[in-house]
């Protein structure tokens, strides 16, 4: 029988649960969050940096570059379901990992800055717009899955995507100093 760490389990019974499995568990996520941690430290320095190189607004960086490397696991999970025929999970998927990152994101973000933030006020027009965004993104997936008995069509993913673009396109816009939003 094949040995899971030394004496750990017990050679004469394969059927023995390991001892330490929870210890090993604990073990396991807690360094994949450091590695995790690490790494996207790394990426967002690195980003950061570029930005600086090639004269990329924060702004622009924060919408673009930095969320796509942020959800990209995510993105392909849900791609993932999708294609083998989960669709019911990836939808569900998609819904409360929205709902975790506004409210967990934005709380933990406030919770350990330690005191009210005031957002500048070239800022606070990229944050309008994402949130007028998020609002139109929400409510419009409040009336279709419901108006479509829970049953989402291709046209649908178009407009999500149409959405994002146009969201984008005003942020690009901004950020290149062609419109003042």
Known sequence: ??????????????HVELR????????????????????????????DSL??????????LGCTLLVWGFVFEDIAAVIFLGKFDFG?????????????????????????????ITVPEEKGAIITVAFGTT?????????????????????YGYWNVALYAIFLTLIALDSADVLTL
Not at 51 to 60: A, E, H, K, V
Not at 100 to 115: E, I, K, N, P, S
């Open 51 to 60: 930005g600086i190189i090639f004269q990329f607004p924060r702004n622009f």
């Open 88 to 116: 019911a999970i990836a939808v569900s998927m998609c819904f409360v990992w929205s709902v975790f990152h506004l409210t967990v994101g934005v709380g933990a973000g406030l919770l350990f800055h330690g005191h009210a």
């Open 20 to 47: 330490y499995g929870p210890v090993f568990m604990v073990i396991g996520f807690v360094s994949s969050l450091a590695w995790t941690y690490l790494l996207v430290n790394e990426a967002v320095n690195t980003i």
């Open 1 to 14: 029988p094949a040995r899971v760490g030394c004496g750990v389990t017990d050679s004469k019974n394969i």
């Open 135 to 155: 609002l139109v993104t929400m409510i419009s997936h409040l009336i279709v899955v419901i108006a479509s008995n829970f049953r989402i069509s291709k046209l």
